[in-house]
């Protein structure tokens, strides 16, 4: 019964038009009233201990960090080092694209801001050399998507916070598994490639513009290692990282590049408060459903559910990762996290499942939702920057979205694929 008011409050809610983070407290003052111990103080102090949480500081300071880098400069440095690196081969762009993804990637943990800031330079670029742009746009937006996946990742702070698991160790372990999202976009890219561009010869290499290149971004590429690095070091923790990633940023912008300007600060100020305002608030109330999830025990109903599965891990990751798609083309990304993650970490605890493995699984699947209509919301981002039509985006995504999804599988179905980088690193 709990579980049907949990499930029926949130839907209704949502049906009704409530946003998000509303629905949430719908339905977590819903299950209050259902168990007969409803307490308007319970609320309001899980609401602000939500909140109140050291690990979630590095939301706001990485989202600005996105905001410095696309206002200073360093976005543009990163996509000119990958043109002069491989723009040159057949269908070049289209590499260039994956490869600035996955290093703006490791700076902004977002993978909207990751998708507006490289279709915003790249677009353009494969329009006017006569790329495909339905399909680079779903290239660009699968790109992004990897961002969720690798460290400084915000859905994994989110993620790590509401299941009670180390940040590191899950920032750490996502560093493989981003590398072969790039690797088989790549890959699916120049068979794309092979067809679109079998006539047009590729440009030879220009090393005098990749020294140049390097030269000029040297500061923009040395920022993820400093991240990274820091971390595995354990010189910083992820919040103190995303600090140290601001003045970075706010360094290389200012003083290096100059491109930000004092007076553009303030309006970069706001746009990043404006995007860690709703995340926060939706973190805090989704604190709430938490709460009274653990107080209901609703994962140990979720167990018996699945017991059918418990004894097998492979085949309860199967399960769990295809309900976790279907879920993913009706909610957001973070939604998601926030409403099931509470109850599936005890449940793949219990079925003798690594959480951080899962935790690395689990947000990749949700990643590649962003790429599923009706929500998918880098897809939104990518048709409006692009001026594409939505649908047009998605026949362009399909061979993307089905080589990330082909590869969650392999590694659902190969663990050692995620659990042996992970261990080395960490």
Wanted: hydrophobic share 60%; net charge neutral.
């Amino acid at each position: 019964m709990t579980i049907a008011t949990f499930v029926l409050a949130l839907l209704a809610a949502m049906a009704l038009g409530a946003p998000i983070a509303f629905s949430l407290l719908i339905c977590g003052v819903a299950m209050m009233v259902q168990m007969g111990n409803f307490d308007s103080q319970i609320v309001a102090q899980n609401l602000l201990e939500g909140a109140n949480n050291y690990p979630l500081m590095a939301v706001p300071f990485f989202m600005l960090t996105g905001e410095l880098m696309n206002a200073g400069g360093l976005s543009q440095r990163i996509v000119d080092v990958a043109d002069a690196l491989v723009g040159h081969v057949r269908g070049g762009l289209g590499y260039v694209a994956i490869i600035a993804a996955a290093i703006v990637a490791s700076i902004s943990g977002s993978a909207v801001a990751d998708t507006a800031a490289v279709a915003a330079l790249l677009i353009p670029m494969m329009r006017n050399a006569n790329y495909n742009v339905p399909r680079s746009a779903g290239l660009i937006a699968s790109a992004g998507c990897i961002a969720p996946v690798v460290p400084p990742s915000i859905p994994i702070v989110i993620f790590g916070v509401t299941a009670q698991l180390s940040i590191t160790k899950l920032f750490l372990a996502g560093i493989f598994p981003g590398l072969m999202m790039a690797m088989i976009l790549a890959a699916t890219w120049w068979l794309v490639a092979r067809k679109d561009f079998k006539d047009a010869p590729p440009r030879t290499m220009d090393f005098a513009r990749l020294r140049k290149a390097l030269r000029d971004g040297v500061w923009a590429l040395v920022l993820p290692v400093v991240i990274i690095g820091g971390m595995k070091a354990g010189v910083f923790t992820p919040t103190e990282a995303a600090s140290v990633a601001v003045f970075y940023s706010l360094f290389a912008g200012l003083l290096i590049y100059r491109e930000l300007k004092l007076t553009m600060i303030p309006r970069v100020l706001v746009a990043a408060v404006r995007t860690s305002a709703t995340i926060m608030f939706l973190v805090a109330s989704a604190m709430v459903s938490a709460w009274l999830i653990t107080v209901a025990d609703i994962p140990a109903q979720v167990v018996v559910l699945l017991q059918p599965f418990m004894d097998n891990p492979i085949t309860l990751m199967f399960v769990i990762t295809l309900l976790v798609i279907v879920i993913g083309t009706a909610l957001d990304l973070m939604p998601t996290v926030l409403i099931l993650g509470p109850i599936l970490v005890p449940v793949v605890k219990q079925a003798g499942i690594d959480p951080i493995y899962f935790g690395v699984i689990f947000i990749m699947n949700n990643a590649i939702g962003l790429l599923t209509p009706p929500v998918g919301n880098v897809l939104n981002v990518v048709a409006g920057v692009s001026k594409e039509s939505l649908d047009d985006v998605i026949k362009g995504v399909w061979p993307f979205l089905i080589a990330e999804t082909a590869l969650m599988f392999l590694l659902v179905f190969f663990p050692s694929l995620v659990l042996v980088p992970m261990k080395w690193l960490s």
